[in-house]
T-cell receptor, first 114, second 113 residues
Framework: NAGVTQTPKFRVLKTGQSMTLLCAQDMNHEYMYWYRQDPGMGLRLIHYSVGEGTTAKGEVPDGYNVSRLKKQNFLLGLESAAPSQTSVYFC?????????????FGPGTRLTVT | RKEVEQDPGPFNVPEGATVAFNCTYSNSASQSFFWYRQDCRKEPKLLMSVYSSGNEDGRFTAQLNRASQYISLLIRDSKLSDSATYLCVVNILRDTGFQKLVFGTGTRLLVSP
């Protein structure tokens, strides 16, 4: 099992460009999440999904969109990148009872917006 | 006030030392508690869950004090490989029924020879 994978690992964007980050998991988890991690801020939840075809906003959703067309994939889109979106992005997944279950993280995507 | 607060450190300790980290949380309705470990430029990984009665896993001991709303992690006989950032994580039940994990900013541990 590969666990949780993310593509790409690194990306540099110019302000205003768009991109999609792909997350895939092969553990048949119902829940999937997108976080961003910035120095001194801890991990912050951007969007999450409780199942195929459903998504919901986390605490910092502005400037991002997500889709979960297949159970194993969770996509994060930046329509018009801004320097404030320079960050490390982590995808995670878990079983349905997330409060009592471990979240498994992907290796992260390092995004720089110039 | 942050929902989860940790001393960022770094804690510099020699090999073999015992070191303890504390973490405080603000939401008294928090239900579950965890310690995650994050190595430099890597993803967080679950180190251990924290149970009300306290729990131990080898050299690691976690304690929960609900009355004072803090969690602790004790590492005995520190190894070089313990050098990492330790994230305190608290589960909070939102009005929507969604159980959200709130991550602290982490405590950095450096173990030296």
């Amino acid at each position: 099992n590969a666990g949780v994978t993310q593509t790409p690992k690194f990306r540099v964007l110019k302000t205003g460009q768009s991109m999609t980050l792909l997350c895939a998991q092969d553990m048949n988890h119902e829940y999937m999440y997108w976080y961003r991690q910035d120095p001194g801020m801890g991990l912050r939840l951007i969007h999450y999904s409780v199942g195929e075809g459903t998504t919901a906003k986390g605490e910092v959703p502005d400037g991002y969109n997500v889709s979960r067309l297949k159970k194993q994939n969770f996509l994060l889109g930046l329509e018009s990148a801004a320097p404030s979106q320079t960050s490390v992005y982590f995808c995670a997944s878990s079983y349905i009872r997330t409060g009592n279950r471990e979240q498994y993280f992907g290796p992260g995507t390092r995004l720089t917006v110039t | 006030r942050k929902e989860v607060e940790q001393d960022p450190g770094p804690f510099n300790v020699p090999e073999g030392a015992t070191v303890a980290f504390n973490c405080t949380y603000s939401n008294s309705a928090s239900q579950s508690f965890f310690w995650y470990r994050q190595d430099c430029r890597k993803e967080p990984k679950l180190l251990m869950s924290v149970y009300s009665s306290g729990n131990e896993d080898g050299r690691f001991t976690a304690q929960l004090n609900r009355a004072s709303q803090y969690i602790s992690l004790l590492i005995r006989d520190s190894k070089l490989s313990d050098s990492a950032t330790y994230l305190c994580v608290v589960n909070i039940l939102r009005d929507t029924g969604f159980q959200k994990l709130v991550f602290g900013t982490g405590t950095r541990l450096l173990v030296s020879p």
